[in-house]
């Protein structure tokens, strides 16, 4: 980094980290299967780290392959009440030497951690995201790298642009900003299914000059571990995040309970953060200060089709927009509307691609698809599926096997209800729905699409007929907060698609944006005044 007149040193420009191909004969390929094989072969143990001390418990937990859910890759351990106090106390006695760094210091700390993740702890995070979280390669490499070092490159950026945002000053004065972190502890809560947001929930805040409390979801163990081991090797100071695994109900009602508690950074369900929402407001008058509320939460994702779409474009959406890394994304296509124009053509295809896929252990590259994360979302997504098998149409797929992984097929439903269960509500696995409508009604698909779900996430429209594309982002311009045209509605870039959704899918307040840093300072204004009066009066109250 170099100075500038200004004082706030510059930083480069940041670029998305290029996603290796992992190609037959690639190196890249060979050491990640290297690391997998080392990782798969070890049973780690994980403590809690609070203050920059490890703590172990002896309440265990068990990190395993979902794919292979027999296989044990580490063993970690439930904070008791008195550590989630501890780890409190830990932030809070953290917060003022950590606040009270140059901005360009702690930012320094978090490129190095970007630096470290694109080069020696790249194999380490992809393969724990592979094996704990039964990501395949692709789906890995997006995620627990380029992402996560693309939040840690450019959120250095967006503070700098933040910083350099002053008042107007005069020649008799001089006004200022100054972006003080939020007073208290931050509260960070990650889910399963993206490394990276582990990652940015907890960053995020601190590179503002905030201290965490981070409670990490129990079946994404192992990155999650591995992130916080990777920015403590990056110089982050103890107590600036503290990584307190736990039961999640007792570790948020003593967090939440805080008088200290300064916002709550989240991504998870909509019920769990609205809970969150009613005890905070419950609370209210015991913090010192209304805390932040960030929230990323559920979403019933769309893709709406046109007749004027090109039929093999909207079946690959279909395809990988719902069933790469088996559904489990808040932005996975969950629901399609096709014209009976195209129904033929889109399903046929979609079900062509849907036979070629192969689904199993991560560590085969060939494999497009591998297992859903815990026994609890097989129970719930069979569920779903055998719902369908009764009230609607299984067009492909609907088989389940959970004898040796928590394998689900990519399932293809078909219903003529647009208020069907499968088209409402949140499933979060490998299953699509479609509604094939009259061509005549598109104007009144949109007014369905808009209003059949609660949730305001991803959604996409398929098009040549521009008209048409504008028609409908006017008609959709609240039911996404994030809107792809001719795409599918996943797979958002830091810096270059802002991710959020709003309605019951959030706060929208834009991870891999300026818009998220903003939430996490409370500023002050300073105004200085050189040539201070001397006199009380006014021109004014002289005599005529």
């Not at 307190?244 to 948020?252: H, I, L, R, W």
């Not at 719902?387 to 959970?402: L, P, V, Y």
């Not at 300072?521 to 009380?536: G, H, L, Q």
Request: net charge positive; hydrophobic share 40%; aromatic share 10%.
């Amino acid at each position: 980094m170099s100075a500038n007149f200004s004082g706030i040193r510059s930083v480069i420009p940041p670029v998305n980290e290029p996603i290796k191909s992992y190609a037959p004969g690639s190196p890249e390929k060979a050491s990640l299967k290297a690391r997998l094989a080392s990782m798969a072969g070890e049973t780690i143990d994980i403590p809690l780290i609070i203050g920059g001390r490890e703590i172990r418990t002896g309440d265990l937990g068990r990190a395993v392959m979902p794919h292979k859910h027999g296989h044990v890759l580490a063993t970690f351990h439930h904070a008791r009440p008195k550590d989630v106090t501890a780890a409190i106390a830990a932030a809070q006695a953290a917060k003022a030497e950590w606040a009270s760094w140059p901005w360009e210091d702690r930012a320094a700390v978090f490129l190095k951690a970007a630096d470290l993740l694109a080069t020696s702890w790249r194999d380490t995070l992809n393969a724990a995201t592979m094996l704990n979280q039964s990501k395949t390669v692709y789906q890995s490499e997006i995620d627990a790298a380029c992402e996560l070092i693309d939040f840690w490159r450019y959120n250095v950026a967006f503070g700098a642009d933040i910083m350099r945002e002053q008042p107007v000053s005069t020649t008799a004065m001089w006004n200022q900003t100054d972006y003080r972190p939020l007073e208290g502890f931050i509260y960070a809560v990650s889910p399963f299914n993206f490394t990276a947001i582990g990652g940015n929930l907890t960053t995020t805040p601190a590179l503002m000059g905030n201290t965490v409390l981070w409670k990490p979801a129990g079946t994404a163990m192992l990155g999650a571990y591995y992130t916080m081991k990777l920015l403590e090797a990056a110089g982050l100071p103890p107590g600036v995040i503290n990584f307190v695994p736990g039961d999640p109900v007792m570790v948020s009602q003593i967090a939440m309970n805080a008088p200290d508690l300064g916002g709550i950074h989240f991504t998870g369900s909509t019920g769990v953060f609205q809970g969150m929402w009613d005890h905070v407001g419950t609370n209210i008058r015991r913090y010192r200060s209304y805390p932040r509320l960030v929230g990323e939460t559920g979403g019933k994702d769309f893709i709406m089709v046109h007749p004027s779409a090109d039929p093999q474009e909207v079946a690959v959406a279909m395809v990988r927009g719902a069933y790469e890394y088996q559904g489990q994304k808040c932005s996975a296509a969950s629901r399609v509307y096709v014209p009976k124009s195209l129904w033929p053509s889109v399903r046929d295809r979609a079900v062509g691609m849907m036979r070629e896929i192969t689904m199993g252990d991560t560590r085969d590259f060939r494999n497009f698809m591998s297992a859903v994360i815990d026994k609890k979302a097989f129970t719930k997504i069979a569920g779903y599926i055998s719902h369908a098998k009764r009230h609607a149409k299984i067009i492909q797929g609907g088989g389940s096997n959970g004898r040796v992984g928590y394998f689900i097929e990519p399932t293809l439903v078909q219903t003529d209800n647009p208020g069907y269960k499968l088209l409402c509500e949140e499933i979060f696995g490998p299953v699509l729905t479609a509604h094939v409508y009259a061509d005549s009604k598109f104007a009144d698909m949109l007014q369905v699409v808009d209003q059949t779900s609660p949730y305001a996430l991803t959604g996409s429209i398929f098009a040549k007929d521009r008209a048409v594309i504008r028609q409908a982002s006017a008609a959709l311009r609240n039911a996404a907060g994030n809107f792809y045209i001719n795409d599918k509605p996943t797979g958002a870039t830091v810096g270059q698609q802002p991710f959020g959704g709003a309605r019951a899918s959030g706060t929208n307040d834009k991870a891999g944006s300026k818009l998220n840093l903003l939430r996490w300072v409370s500023a002050r204004s300073i105004k200085e005044t050189y040539n201070p009066p001397k006199d009380f009066t006014y021109p004014f109250m002289g005599e005529e």
